[in-house]
T-cell receptor
Framework: AQSVTQLGSHVSVSEGALVLLRCNYS??????LFWYVQYPNQGLQLLLK??????LVKGINGFEAEFKKSETSFHLTKPSAHMSDAAEYFCAVSGMNTGFQKLVFGTGTRLLVSP | NAGVMQNPRHLVRRRGQEARLRCSPMKGHSHVYWYRQLPEEGLKFMVY????????ESGMPKERFSAEFPKEGPSILRIQQVVRGDSAAYFCASSTGQGRDQPQHFGDGTRLSIL
């Protein structure tokens, strides 16, 4: 079985500051990992994904994430926050023991950006 | 290019009524996934369908819930005899294939409120 833990339901940063959103996963098989962003009253948009290739993954809007097997982590970072980054962010894992992309989501982290 | 279209965006039902949620996948997508998001929680997988087939419904409550994806027309998530606990946002996603690295594209969801 797969699971995801997102530490911190809310993260507050100032505009221009580093963004760090934490995600730890549990998987009995090599995982595929994803970060999604959700703006109010909208669906989820894929930011980036890790599918067992490069451990440092670059996504859209300047975000990137690093897969660390030893720490079972896949933290999301952005060097400089922008006001438009304020949203809810979800980490998700897809296990290999299903024949399709059955996503298991974390509970989300709301990013607040202040001027 | 139209994305995943869900309607209605908001649906209000009284306890005991039926709710029908519709999802039209992106053009060229024949794989549909339904997720439920309770307040302050992440998305939970409900069901995965291909045209005319339910592939995995392990996340679907055993009673009152059903899903279909007919050869023609949108996918339908049906909830019979709704109860207060069914109040949630229901999201549909679609993809071109079932591989674990196939990105899922999400609709904006249907917010279901039960009076």
């Amino acid at each position: 079985a797969q699971s995801v833990t997102q530490l911190g339901s809310h993260v507050s940063v100032s505009e221009g500051a580093l963004v760090l959103l934490r995600c730890n996963y549990s998987s009995s098989v090599p995982p595929y990992l994803f970060w999604y962003v959700q703006y109010p009253n909208q669906g989820l948009q894929l930011l980036l994904k890790y599918t067992s290739a490069a451990t440092l993954v670059k996504g859209i809007n300047g975000f990137e994430a690093e897969f660390k097997k030893s720490e079972t982590s896949f933290h999301l970072t952005k060097p400089s926050a922008h006001m438009s980054d304020a949203a809810e962010y979800f980490c998700a894992v897809s296990g290999m023991n299903t024949g399709f992309q059955k996503l298991v989501f974390g509970t989300g982290t709301r990013l607040l950006v202040s001027p | 290019n139209a994305g995943v279209m869900q309607n209605p965006r908001h649906l209000v039902r009284r306890r005991g009524q039926e709710a029908r949620l519709r999802c039209s996948p992106m053009k060229g997508h024949s794989h549909v996934y339904w997720y439920r998001q309770l307040p302050e929680e992440g998305l939970k997988f409900m069901v995965y369908l291909q045209k005319e087939n339910i592939i995995d419904e392990s996340g679907m409550p055993k009673e009152r819930f059903s899903a279909e994806f007919p050869k023609e027309g949108p996918s339908i998530l049906r909830i019979q005899q709704v109860v207060r606990g069914d109040s949630a946002a229901y999201f549909c996603a679609s993809s071109t294939g079932q591989g674990r690295d196939q990105p899922q594209h999400f609709g904006d969801g249907t917010r279901l409120s039960i009076l």
